[in-house]
């Protein structure tokens, strides 16, 4: 921030950064909630502090996310080998390729049509036989 925020700015900022509304934070700081809209309409400044400091949480979220990736797919290995029952098998399987996003039209655009075909046809084979495990 160019300009130095005040003591309630200061207050404000973590508040507004973690999802509070502005009436919210303005009762917690002792503000009036105009007070608080006039600090995120009208003070660049404290717009760029807040912005910085909601970028910063989102940076632990994304690698606090990435952190337990790793469990995830471990996971999903272990269940799409060890598992007894083939529809748990077949729904980790449908899973995997769908969140690889091997199925989806915009990730096949560098594919020949056979292969597009062929991918088609697996993701309409696991589709049924995950849906026909889960009637049985």
Same mark, same amino acid.
């Given at each position: 921030?160019?300009?130095?925020?005040?003591?309630?700015?200061?207050?404000?900022?973590?508040?507004?950064?973690?999802?509070?509304?502005?009436?919210?934070?303005?009762?917690?700081?002792g503000v009036?909630?105009?007070?608080v809209?006039?600090?995120? /309409?009208?003070?660049?400044?404290?717009?760029? &502090?807040?912005? =910085? +400091?909601?970028?910063? !949480?989102?940076?632990?979220?994304m690698?606090?996310?990435?952190?337990?990736?790793?469990?995830?797919?471990?996971?999903?290995r272990?269940?799409?080998?060890?598992?007894?029952t083939?529809?748990?098998?077949?729904?980790?399987?449908?899973?995997?390729?769908?969140?690889?996003?091997?199925?989806?039209?915009? /990730?096949?655009?560098?594919?020949?049509?056979? &292969?597009?075909? =062929? +991918?088609?046809?697996? !993701?309409?084979?696991?589709?049924?036989?995950?849906?026909?495990?889960?009637?049985?």
């Amino acid at each position: 921030m160019g300009k130095k925020p005040t003591s309630k700015q200061t207050r404000a900022l973590p508040l507004l950064a973690s999802g509070l509304s502005g009436a919210e934070t303005a009762k917690i700081v002792g503000v009036k909630p105009s007070t608080v809209s006039q600090w995120l /309409n009208h003070c660049p400044d404290f717009m760029e &502090s807040l912005e =910085e +400091l909601r970028g910063a !949480g989102m940076r632990q979220a994304m690698g606090q996310l990435q952190g337990t990736l790793t469990e995830a797919v471990d996971e999903l290995r272990r269940i799409l080998t060890t598992s007894k029952t083939d529809a748990v098998r077949l729904k980790a399987a449908q899973f995997i390729i769908e969140a690889y996003g091997i199925t989806k039209e915009r /990730n096949q655009a560098h594919l020949d049509p056979v &292969s597009r075909a =062929e +991918l088609a046809v697996v !993701g309409d084979i696991l589709k049924g036989l995950v849906g026909n495990r889960a009637t049985a």
